[in-house]
């Protein structure tokens, strides 16, 4: 993790030649940008940075992106980030994917993630509809939304993500718009600087499939919580501002622990010298194994 | 049969017939005397039924055996149910001031112990296992120093807990040597430096061994005894040990751990391994190698699970969608398991592939004697080709290039100038996908053909399968797996018997050693032996080498089978029978239970 900041990077060197398949329009494209121009402003080297995803639309975005990469299951990008994370801790690993990918198949990873606490950033990509699969509901789809699973309307609850990660412990907990993007920025270094579990739940809407929730619809709606003098550091008030969905929606940091505990990386015994997929001396030494099998003896 | 012996300890879970044997099972280890042990337990954590029997010999054992010499009761139960499985010279050691002495089969001799007598009336009622064992040490012969030396060590940071167990063992050794007939030939003693130790022991400290890294599991019996050695060790050894929400992420975490470049291996049993199964593939299309193991029970679903089965071969051969290569192998003893996993974290990185180690209750949770040699063996570690660092100049990096063998040279992230996408969705050799926008079906074909030729590599370098026993045999038994240490003993009695037959045990399920297997079958009297309804490994030889076999032996009421079930049951394959289905009929095996909520309930039934 990056505490000193490097000399900041051309945005361009972190994008590859295969160009985003996406939509005309979509969310995902100022996601992408983002993310290329936060690392750079970061300095990270390309080789340093293991992007992992789960699958979905969003999902593709480590292909679109110039650094290690996996393209994982469909829900699984958290445990393949956290697998990797541990395996080289000292390589940044950032998560992303979609509302369907982390809050549907694969919320109990993103729960457990979040209160196990990996140092790693993950980026959701929050359409609020599957649109890969071609428009049915999601976890964050709203109640009564029309789509091709529920054309009566959706008669489920919706997720509320942010609420969610307040609870699991979540120690930086961020909401952003794919439409403002120096904003969405901001966040993404915070995150990838923040030493533990960081959420960015981004608003990233999808043209195709979702007519309901567009672009203009989170214009109209979202603020800026630094505008509104929020303390990121009050538990409680972001747990206030979490529930806010509907005339008013907030993005920004909600919260961000100011006495993080050592994240469980930082912690692991096993993980406070070289890197595990780095040491090339493999095996027991004569003495460890002659202890182990003493215990037997 | 004059220095093979078998002890059982019957009680109720919680009662310490565990901890009891496991103390002279070590004794016995520290003789240099040879240990096979098998608890046949309930999933319960108090109360039920627990029968832990322990084979103790001067010779080599390799299962529980056949019958039970001497009985260590620790409640009335386990008097009712097992008093008469004991063989005329055996004994049945009890606390007479709580238990009932049942009727003594011909030739069995009862010792009763009065406990509070022999022990005195402050002594805590859990130390009447203590007085049994000092008691069984005088009626087999042993050296009561021997016992003593192992409380020593077993308690090692409690002074005063050593103390107690000695005295009160020694209170029960005295009280033995005045009252009860030792057995007849005691047992001896070897030279041989022996370890007691489980198969999921000897997993974990395989896999350690190997140079594995990362431990990712979620408890399941009977796989969780890999977790706790690697709770218990991985601090000390560098590894970084994970309790994960569930299977699912067990793997995945595996798999992103293995594909950084770290040795990583993860274990559960049947019903994890279905939870896991999607992620097996994920691991094959993005070449990544990891060890999975599966401690097989008794399925499906939830089935039973503390007893024995191998059920989950056709899971194993049919783990995850789609059509890819992977390996499946089995250990086929305790001691087995040890250098079996270390070998396949050497066939998965060389391969790049997932290896899938079938293991079984019986052998993950059963205890063995293993000689100290085999246990401080340094294995051979085989990475394959792996890029570590950037030498310098132009790399044009291919992760999944197309070479003759199949095996894409491997950079480890972090490594400069190598980047890549590794996707579950099919990929060219950049690792850019043909799924999306770039479908290409000359590009689909080269990469499976790529991929799949690594089997034919491994298959090559795979040691050759061997029959063991008179190779002149006409009949030949094949199994795979666990049930080697049964059938081996039942060759033996068989060919003393004059019964001509010998064994063969077949390590590697896939790939498959179609043509060496077929070659050591032929002309031979075919026979599988397997833990199952159905028959899995007998329609396995079908399907990879065209092998019907001519009969089959098969159990699966949960317990494991013993020699003589398989003895039994070759003189009826020899007699024309086509199929044998063996039981464990001995009534202390069954726990009726009450009427389901849907029966009528009358004293008659019940």
């Known amino acids: ?297 | 049969m004059a220095n093979d012996i078998v002890i059982a300890f019957g009680g109720a879970a919680g009662d310490g017939n565990a901890s009891a044997g496991n103390i002279l099972a070590q004794a016995s280890a520290r003789q240099g005397l040879h240990v096979y042990a098998y608890n046949s337990y309930q999933s319960l954590i108090r109360g039920g039924h627990s029968y832990l029997r322990i084979r103790i010999s001067d010779k080599k054992v390799t299962n529980h055996g056949d019958q039970v010499t001497a009985l260590v009761t620790l409640n009335q139960d386990s008097m009712n149910r097992h008093l008469s499985e004991l063989v005329s010279g055996g004994f049945c050691i009890y606390n007479s001031d709580k238990l009932k002495a049942g009727t003594a089969p011909a030739g069995v001799q009862m010792c009763p112990f009065p406990f509070y007598e022999i022990a005195g009336n402050d002594a805590l009622p859990v130390m009447q296992n203590t007085v049994a064992i000092g008691i069984l040490t005088r009626m087999i012969g042993m050296d009561f120093d021997v016992l003593k030396s192992v409380f020593e060590h077993t308690f090692a940071k409690k002074p005063q807990v050593v103390e107690a167990n000695v005295k009160a063992a020694k209170a029960g050794y005295d009280y033995a040597e005045k009252n009860f007939k030792p057995l007849a030939n005691a047992l001896g003693k070897t030279k041989e430096k022996l370890a007691f130790v489980t198969g999921n022991e000897l997993l974990a400290m395989g896999a350690a061994n190997a140079g594995c890294k990362v431990y990712c599991a979620y408890p399941m019996s009977p796989a969780s005894g890999i977790l706790h050695w690697m709770g218990a060790h991985g601090k000390d050894l560098g590894i970084c040990v994970r309790q994960v929400e569930d299977e699912i992420g067990v793997i995945n975490m595996t798999i992103g751990a293995a594909h950084m470049g770290t040795r990583a291996m993860c274990a559960t049993s049947g019903g994890g391994f279905a939870l896991m199964t999607e992620a097996i593939g994920m691991a094959s299309i993005m070449e990544t190698p990891i060890v999975a193991i599966n401690v097989m029970r008794g399925g499906p679903s939830t089935g039973l699970p503390t007893k024995q089965e191998q059920g989950d071969l056709n899971q194993a051969i049919g783990a995850s969608p789609g059509d890819f290569p992977r390996m499946i192998l089995a250990p086929t003893s305790i001691p087995d398991c040890y250098r079996t996993v270390a070998e396949s974290f050497n066939w998965a990185e060389k391969y790049q592939i997932p290896v899938i180690l079938l293991s079984d209750l019986l052998m993950s949770e059963g205890t063995e004697t293993v000689g100290v040699d085999w246990l401080d063996y340094e294995p051979k570690i085989d990475r394959g080709e792996m890029i570590f660092e950037y030498k310098g100049g132009p790399t044009n990096y291919y992760r999944y290039k197309d070479t003759p063998s199949g095996v894409s040279p491997r950079a480890i992230p972090g490594t400069p100038e190598h980047l890549y996408v590794s996707a579950t969705d099919e990929h060219d050799e950049d690792g850019v996908t043909i799924s999306d926008v770039y479908t290409d079906p000359i590009i689909r074909k080269k990469m499976v053909d790529k991929r799949a030729r690594k089997m034919d590599a491994l298959l090559k370098e795979l040691p050759p399968p061997q029959i063991e026993g008179p190779a002149d045999a006409p009949v030949t038994l094949i199994t795979y797996g666990s049930t080697w240490g049964v059938v081996k003993e039942a060759v033996e009695t068989l060919n003393k018997e004059g019964v001509k037959v010998n064994h063969l045990s077949i390590k590697y399920l896939v790939p498959f050693q179609e043509k060496e297997v077929t070659a050591l079958l032929k002309g031979k009297k075919t026979v599988v032996v397997e833990m199952n309804k159905s028959g899995q490994f007998a329609r396995h030889l079908r399907a990879e080498a065209g092998i019907t076999v001519d009969a089959n032996i098969r159990k699966y009421d949960g317990e494991p089978f013993e020699p003589k079930h398989v003895v039994a049951a070759v003189k009826e394959v020899l007699k024309g029978k086509t199929l044998v289905e063996s039981q464990s009929v001995e009534p202390g095996w069954r726990t009726p239970h009450p009427p389901g909520p849907g029966v009528l309930s009358t004293s008659s039934t019940h």
Request: glycine share 12%; aromatic share 8%.
């Open chain 1, 1 to 297: 993790m990056p505490t000193a900041v490097a000399a900041p990077r051309d945005a361009k060197l972190y994008k590859p030649e295969v160009p985003p398949d996406w939509c005309p329009g979509c969310g995902d494209y100022g996601v992408l940008t983002v993310l290329q121009r936060a690392c750079g402003e970061l300095g990270l080297p390309n080789d340093q940075l293991m992007v992992v995803s789960g699958i979905g639309c969003s999902s593709n975005l480590p292909g679109f992106f110039r650094s290690y990469g996996m393209h994982s299951l469909h829900g699984r990008s958290l445990p393949v980030a956290t697998g990797a994370k541990i395996a080289n801790h000292e390589m940044t690993v950032i998560a992303c994917g979609g509302d369907g990918d982390g809050y549907g198949i694969g919320q109990g990873h993103f729960i457990h993630s979040m209160r196990r606490n990996i140092n790693l950033t993950y980026i959701v990509m929050d359409n609020e509809i599957y649109g890969l699969t071609t428009g049915q509901t999601s976890p964050t789809s709203e109640t009564g939304m029309k789509t091709k699973s529920t054309p009566h309307g959706n008669p489920e609850g919706q997720l509320n993500p942010m609420a969610m990660a307040l609870a699991a412990g979540c120690g930086f907990v961020a909401r952003g718009f794919s439409g403002d993007i120096n904003h969405l920025k901001s966040l993404y270094t915070q995150a990838i600087q923040y030493p533990g579990f960081a959420l960015i739940d981004v608003f990233s809407p999808c043209v195709t499939f979702n007519k309901q929730n567009t672009f203009g619809w989170f214009k109209e709606r979202v603020y800026k919580l630094e505008e509104k003098g929020h303390d990121v550091t009050d538990w409680n008030a972001a747990m206030a501002r979490a529930k806010e969905w509907g005339a008013q929606i907030p993005i920004g940091v909600l919260y961000k622990n100011p006495n993080p505990k050592p994240s469980i990386d930082a912690a692991d015994p096993a993980l406070q010298g070289t890197a595990l997929a780095r040491q090339t001396k493999l095996g027991l030494t004569k003495e460890q194994r002659k202890k182990l099998i003493e215990e037997y003896v």
